[in-house]
């Protein structure tokens, strides 16, 4: 007797068919297509496709991709979040260092990891000066502005970011009777003289 390869249980319990709707549904998140495309011949591929979704075992493999999916964007969330950090509060003595009488590129083994991240280019060219060769170096480094804004932006710091309370709009009295429209100012006096009856 052969294998029912719809049946046949994988190595997280769930039947060959399961898996691969669990597969399908976290690639379209709906359970009517991703029955139908695990099982193409299946006359109601709606109730199915819902059946599936009530089954614990699915529910269960479900969440644990979810959550999967969910840590993988924090984590990439941060990952940008630490590189603007560190665009954001690069100083210029991270890279070079000055005297009275000199200033000195540090090389790149002395500059910390955090650093190189605001370094885009280095550009050193040969010139003359004083009738000597000498180098010029050209540090270009990311907007150190933009990655300060964007940083207060992820961080809500911005008053626009922050979530507004809706504008109360004045009730509208025309679809009020006579006697709804009575009560209404009456409730309305009293509220306006702190409670107290008028």
């Given amino acids: 007797m052969g294998i029912n ?34 099982h ?48 954001a509060f690069f100083k210029i003595t991270d890279v070079v260092a000055w005297d009275a009488d000199s200033v000195t590129v540090k090389a790149s083994s002395e500059i910390e990891m955090e650093a190189m991240s605001a370094i885009q280019d280095v550009d050193i060219t040969e010139t ?34 922050q979530p507004q309370a809706p504008e109360e709009k004045a009730p509208d009295l025309s679809v009020l009777t006579d006697k709804e429209l009575e009560q209404y100012e009456l409730i309305q006096e009293k509220l306006t003289a702190g409670g107290k009856e008028v």
């Fill in 5 to 38: 390869k719809r049946t046949a249980m994988t190595d997280d319990g769930l039947t060959s068919l399961q898996a691969a709707f669990v597969a399908m549904y976290m690639a379209t998140r709906n359970a009517t297509v991703a029955y139908r495309l695990v």
């Fill in 40 to 87: 193409p011949d299946a006359k109601n591929a709606s109730n199915s496709g819902y059946n599936m979704l009530k089954k614990k075992n699915v529910q269960r493999r479900i969440q644990y991709y979810l959550k999967l999916e969910g840590d993988y964007k924090m984590r990439d969330a941060r990952a940008i979040e630490e590189e603007l950090e560190k665009i």
């Fill in 128 to 161: 003359e000066f004083n009738g000597a060769k000498v180098l010029k170096v050209h540090v270009k480094t990311a907007e150190k502005l933009r990655a300060l804004e964007l940083l207060a932006k992820i961080k809500g710091m911005f008053k626009e970011d």
